[in-house]
């Protein structure tokens, strides 16, 4: 699939579309799928045309929230890791002001650390990493979270 949408990224939205349809669900404790799937994405986000980066932000968000806020370490440290991927980094910031306040919600998990020590390491260097993207929305965002809007 990877050889055809760098081929054509014009057909990555509709792609993602029809992943994400077919994503386990968190009660059905597939979690090898769902770090084999963000393996995947990360992987196919290095073909997305900057043109369609904003979109595929907020159609991602709420995937990647419930996989970085999941309480399997494996999956949130999957989904941490996307960030360090430039390309993937790129998309997934795209529409700071639209998937920003998602992401710091599912980030923070409510005042509540993860269990895991990495999991919380690598939580904070992706706030870092969004503050450094867009100051202005990452304030905006941490006003919704904690100023009463969230």
Do not use: I, Y
Not at 34 to 59: C, D, M, Q, Y
Not at 124 to 148: I, K, Q, W
């Amino acid at each position: 699939m990877l050889l055809l949408l760098r081929a054509q990224p014009s057909l990555l939205p509709s792609a993602l579309g029809a992943m994400l349809q077919q994503w386990p669900q968190p009660q059905e404790g597939n979690s090898s799928k769902e770090v084999l799937l963000l393996h995947e994405l990360e992987r196919l986000l290095e073909v997305a045309e900057p043109a369609s980066h904003g979109r595929l932000s907020l159609l991602l968000a709420p995937l990647l929230c419930r996989s970085a806020a999941s309480d399997n370490s494996r999956v949130a440290e999957r989904a941490l890791s996307l960030f360090s991927s430039e390309a993937a980094r790129r998309v997934l910031l795209a529409d700071s002001r639209g998937a920003m306040p998602m992401l710091m919600q599912a980030l923070l998990r409510g005042g509540c650390p993860h269990w895991n020590a990495t999991v919380n390491k690598m939580t904070h260097e992706v706030l870092l990493l969004m503050r450094e993207r867009d100051s202005a929305a990452f304030a905006a965002a941490a006003e919704h979270c904690f100023g009463g809007g969230g």
